[in-house]
């Protein structure tokens, strides 16, 4: 499985932004994906997942309420739309698959919130 992400840039505080991650390979093996990001300095974090179907969400207490993800089966892509970004909401944003044992990450994408 490969993945690459985009959709990242600069945004002002109170702007948005949408990723999106786009999946290649054994894709009908995926079951869960993700977002993880990791901002200067600090772990890597999980911001949001998503079950295959799309059936099941959850996020981070950070972004509730603000960010929302989604996935298109029949693309074979992941999105996160981030609604209302905060300066703490700057960093690397990284897709996540996940497929029986394995974890595939994609190779980031930055996310600058001004303030």
């Known amino acids: 499985v490969q993945l690459v992400e985009s959709g990242g840039g600069l945004v002002q505080a109170g702007g948005s932004l949408r990723l999106s991650c786009a999946a290649s390979?054994?894709?009908?093996?995926?079951?869960?994906m993700g977002w993880y990001r990791q901002a200067p300095g600090k772990q890597r974090e999980l911001v949001a997942v998503?079950?295959?179907?799309?059936?099941?969400?959850n996020y981070a207490n950070s972004v509730k309420g603000r960010f929302t993800i989604s996935r298109d089966n029949a693309k074979n892509t992941m999105y996160l739309q981030m609604n209302s970004l905060k300066p703490e909401d700057t960093a690397v944003y990284y897709c996540?698959?996940?497929?029986?044992?394995?974890?595939?990450w994609g190779q980031g994408t930055q996310v600058t919130v001004s303030s």
């Open positions: 996540i698959a996940v497929v029986g044992y394995s974890n595939y």
């Open positions: 390979g054994s894709t009908f093996s995926i079951n869960v």
């Open positions: 998503i079950t295959s179907g799309g059936g099941n969400t």
